[in-house]
């Protein structure tokens, strides 16, 4: 599994609409082969920095997802509302949360 996470600090005048543009996308983004779990997080210190979580059965799914039609409408959208260039990273599951806890039992 790969673990996908992609911050975005927005400008205070755009988070909002890139509430609605999220809200709007994310289920399609869920239901895109390969795609497992999206999250959206929220910095507590400052409202305005925004990071989105998923999983990803592979590289080659993420990518796929990034070479399509819906990624580029959702990515044109949002880049014109940061206040500051997006970082994102991607990490491959070494020890997962359920193989962790079954050797807690």
């Given amino acids: 599994m790969l673990v996908r996470l992609v911050r975005m600090t927005f400008r205070?005048?755009?988070l909002e609409t890139f509430l609605e543009?999220?809200?709007?996308?994310?289920?399609q983004i869920l239901a895109f082969p390969g795609?497992?779990?999206?999250?959206?997080?929220?910095d507590p210190r400052y409202e305005g920095i925004v990071t989105t979580y998923s999983h990803w059965t592979d590289a080659e799914a993420l990518d796929a997802y990034r070479h399509s039609a819906l990624f580029r409408e959702t990515w044109t959208r949002t880049r014109?509302?940061?206040?500051?260039?997006?970082?994102?990273?991607?990490?491959?599951?070494?020890?997962?949360?359920?193989?962790?806890?079954?050797?807690?039992?």
């Fill in 12 to 14: 205070p005048d755009a």
């Fill in 35 to 42: 795609c497992h779990h999206l999250e959206l997080w929220q």
């Fill in 80 to 105: 014109r509302l940061f206040a500051a260039p997006p970082v994102a990273r991607s990490h491959q599951v070494l020890r997962s949360a359920e193989v962790i806890a079954a050797q807690v039992d």
């Fill in 21 to 27: 543009i999220f809200d709007a996308s994310s289920p």
